[in-house]
């Protein structure tokens, strides 16, 4: 089926250390998301990237980078984690004027 | 204040009740907008558009309201299965990029 596909689903990290997290998209949208969802928390924006070839800062963009490495794939790195990352990661993808399509999270404890 | 704005809940009740949801944006130029249901644990999945003349899917109906800057969602003959957290979106003008409200929790009970 069409959508948005995210590995991995879960990770633990120790403190320190370096992961990067899949984003995939078969639906031809220009643009990509990452947000993080704390628990009972709202989402907020990591990074996007608007088309191809651009990634720009969202409301929490903080011990992240990111990379869209074409119009399919948009990854999201935490070079050195901490327990303040654990989270639930979600990617999404849309079209302007259109909703988002989300892929299924990936669920990061970092101890 | 936030852009976007939700009364969190939690909304409890009954199997068959009728439910209603606002949800308040600051910039007026906003384009589109839409609800999305998510269940716990779930990632968040679009339930439908808000079109300036309303919209109605079955028992939800959506309106917008851009001279109050409001959309609401109403679902009427509420069922168990409509328990879950709504969320409001809200897309700028920025090519894309949409505010998300911090979503309504709805429990039906029996």
């Known amino acids: 089926n069409a959508g948005v596909t995210q590995t991995p689903k879960f990770q633990v990290l120790k403190t320190g250390q370096s992961m990067t997290l899949q984003c995939a998209q078969d639906?031809?949208?220009?643009?990509m998301y990452w947000y993080r969802q704390d628990p009972g928390m709202g989402l907020r924006l990591i990074y996007y990237?608007?088309?191809?070839?651009?990634?720009d800062k969202g409301e929490v963009p903080n011990g992240y980078n990111v990379s869209r490495l074409n119009k399919r794939e948009f990854s999201l790195r935490l070079e050195s984690a901490a327990p303040s990352q654990t989270s639930v990661y979600f990617c999404?993808?849309?079209?302007?004027?259109?909703?988002?399509?989300f892929g299924s999270g990936t669920r990061l404890t970092v101890v | 204040r936030k852009e976007v704005e939700q009364d969190p809940g939690p909304f409890n009740v009954p199997e068959g009740a009728t439910v209603a949801f606002n949800c308040t944006y600051s910039?007026?130029?906003?384009?589109?907008f839409f609800w999305y249901r998510q269940d716990c644990r779930k990632e968040p999945k679009l339930l439908m558009s808000?079109?300036?003349s309303g919209n109605e899917d079955g028992r939800f109906t959506a309106q917008l309201n851009r001279a109050s800057q409001y959309i609401s969602l109403l679902i009427r003959d509420s069922k168990l299965s409509d328990s879950a957290t709504y969320l409001c979106?809200?897309?700028?003008?920025?090519?894309?990029?949409?505010?998300f409200g911090d979503g309504t929790t709805l429990t039906v009970k029996p």
């Open positions: 999404a993808s849309t079209a302007v004027g259109y909703g988002y399509t």
């Open positions: 639906m031809n949208h220009n643009s």
């Open positions: 990237s608007a088309s191809e070839g651009t990634t």
């Open positions: 910039n007026s130029a906003s384009q589109s």
């Open positions: 808000v079109y300036s």
């Open positions: 979106v809200v897309n700028g003008n920025n090519a894309g990029k949409s505010t």
